[in-house]
């Protein structure tokens, strides 16, 4: 019934590994090492070292942290992203952010401040010319 989890014991952060399903309302701090799709409502704080989707029909009053978020639906909290944030069409995200990529497709709603934040590229180191 339930599938046994091998090797190593590590969460791959790509798999989708929890779903807040359409009329489902979760109250309470969600954290997870995967990543996370919200089709229903959530109120509490979110932290995932995946991804984060919320869905068209997703309510999110949170403070959100994640690799990267793609809203179609409501964000109402302040989101840290480690990567890139996608707002699309139908998202509303009435909050601040920091994420290190931001996109807003036509349509989309950003009320709030952002931060956008980049990763320095290491020192490239001289070559020394050898004669």
Do not use: H, W, Y
């Not at 990567?83 to 139908?90: C, Q």
């Not at 497709?105 to 180191?125: D, H, I, L, W």
């Amino acid at each position: 019934m339930f599938k046994s989890k091998s090797g190593s014991g590590k969460i791959n952060p790509d798999t989708t590994d929890t779903l807040i399903g359409e009329g489902t309302i979760f109250e309470g701090k969600l954290r997870s090492e995967a990543s996370i799709r919200i089709e229903g409502s959530i109120i509490g704080d979110i932290s995932s070292n995946g991804d984060v989707i919320i869905g068209e029909n997703g309510v999110a009053n949170s403070n959100l942290s994640a690799r990267d978020l793609v809203l179609a639906g409501q964000l109402n909290g302040d989101a840290e992203i480690r990567g890139k944030l996608t707002i699309s069409s139908t998202g509303v995200l009435n909050g601040n952010i920091t994420a290190a990529s931001l996109i807003i497709e036509s349509g989309g709603v950003f009320n709030g401040s952002c931060k956008v934040t980049s990763t320095k590229p290491e020192a490239v180191q001289p070559v020394k010319a050898t004669s």
